[in-house]
């Protein structure tokens, strides 16, 4: 945790540093359950930098390397860890639009293209591919995580 920073931040054990850049791995700790209230309240701040009309982006906007866990690639795992989190520490209307765009998303793709992909371009709603990898269809976690989703906005 880095008070300074407002987040729970990655730790690089070589060069005994901590990294700013803000990515959903912030919310790890309070999907697990580790972050004080107060953490919590500060980490949920981070959706203003990672949350876009159709869902949350890996990680903040710096167009660092195009790779698959960066912006503005949404990911299903982790809209799960990040709406889980939400959940635990009582921000559920946080969650359930979360919840929303991630499943408007995948709809919406799935109404176009007859498929669910691994990721998606959260600020146009299009599948997202990167030159890092060939994006594949039909993932069990983008099925399950919408499911749970759905589950949730009953």
């Not at 690639?73 to 959940?87: D, E």
């Not at 408007?104 to 371009?121: H, I, Q, S, V």
């Not at 959260?122 to 919408?146: F, I, N």
Request: glycine residues 8%; neutral net charge.
């Amino acid at each position: 945790w880095d008070g300074k920073l407002g987040m729970f931040c990655d730790y690089n054990f070589v060069t005994r540093t901590r990294s700013d850049y803000v990515s959903v791995a912030a919310f790890y700790p309070l999907y697990v359950g580790l972050a004080t209230p107060e953490q919590a309240a500060r980490t949920r701040e981070l959706l203003a930098k990672l949350e876009f009309e159709h869902g949350l982006a890996s990680s903040e906007n710096r167009n660092l390397r195009n790779l698959q866990w960066d912006y503005p690639h949404g990911w299903a795992p982790l809209h799960y860890i990040a709406i889980s989190g939400l959940v635990r520490y009582g921000y559920a209307a946080d969650a359930k639009r979360l919840a929303a765009k991630y499943c408007t998303t995948l709809e919406t793709a799935f109404a176009k293209t007859g498929e669910l992909w691994e990721k998606y371009d959260v600020t146009t709603g299009e599948v997202s591919v990167c030159k890092e990898s060939k994006t594949p269809t039909m993932l069990g976690w983008t099925a399950g995580v919408y499911l749970w989703c759905k589950e949730l906005l009953k």
